[in-house]
């Protein structure tokens, strides 16, 4: 199994409509980030959090929100969803200290 | 706030040839320096890094990077290339708190046979 899952892979959804992506990790770090990668403009930071009680905005948190349900649990959720959120999104994990980020396979995302 | 810059965004290059991906980042504080590959439908898998010492630093696959102060730069190298390293590459920069990550937009690199 992987270390990081996300869910869902794929998803097609349609204007207006509340989508959830899941994040789960197997390695018990204590970080959890969400970043959207689009053509061209490389990764940009949604959230990230630190623990279970602390969570932060990163450079393009407008239209999203998260929820760090336990340490190895961090969803994205999308609340009314606009055809320019159309995105691969990516979660990742790190661990205090050791400044490496280990990746989910990312979600694609496509709002109609 | 650190920023980051890579220069090409697309590279090609054939079989068994060097290859060099640059990077130069921004920052007012002391940082750590990163790169990643993302190979098709995959996530990012860290290539190499560099915290402190050495400013040579080897990666895997063959690759190896060095960090310059004065230039503010971290190029990605490898000698000689494999169809196999036909991937995304992205450099990253983190502040010495480690606290967040920035990417680079990143650098297409296509071997070609």
């Known amino acids: 199994d992987a270390d990081v899952t996300q869910t869902p892979r794929n998803r097609i959804t349609k204007t207006g409509k509340r989508i959830m992506l899941e994040c789960s990790q197997t390695?018990?770090?204590?970080?959890m980030y969400w970043y959207r990668q689009d053509p061209g403009l490389g990764l940009r930071l949604i959230y990230y959090?630190?623990?279970?009680?602390?969570?932060n905005k990163g450079e393009i948190s407008d239209g999203y929100s998260v929820s760090r349900q336990a340490q190895a649990k961090f969803s994205l959720s999308l609340e009314s969803a606009i055809p320019n959120q159309t995105a691969l999104y990516f979660c990742?994990?790190?661990?205090?200290?050791?400044?490496?980020?280990?990746f989910g396979a990312g979600s694609r995302l496509t709002v109609l | 706030a650190q920023s980051v810059t890579q220069l090409d965004s697309q590279v090609p290059v054939f079989e068994e040839a060097p290859v060099e991906l640059r990077c130069n980042y921004s920052s007012s504080v002391s940082v750590y320096l990163f790169w990643y590959v993302q190979y098709p439908n995959q996530g990012l898998q860290l290539l190499l890094k560099y915290l402190s010492g050495s400013t040579l630093v080897k990666g895997i696959n063959g690759f190896e990077a060095e960090f310059n102060k004065s230039q503010t730069s971290f190029h990605l190298r490898k000698p000689s290339v494999h169809i196999s390293d036909t991937a995304e590459y992205f450099c990253a920069v983190s502040g010495n708190t480690g606290n967040q990550f920035y990417f680079g937009t990143g650098t297409s690199l296509t071997v070609i046979p």
């Open positions: 390695k018990g770090h204590d970080r």
């Open positions: 959090s630190f623990d279970v009680k602390d969570i």
């Open positions: 990742a994990t790190g661990l205090s200290g050791a400044n490496v980020l280990t």
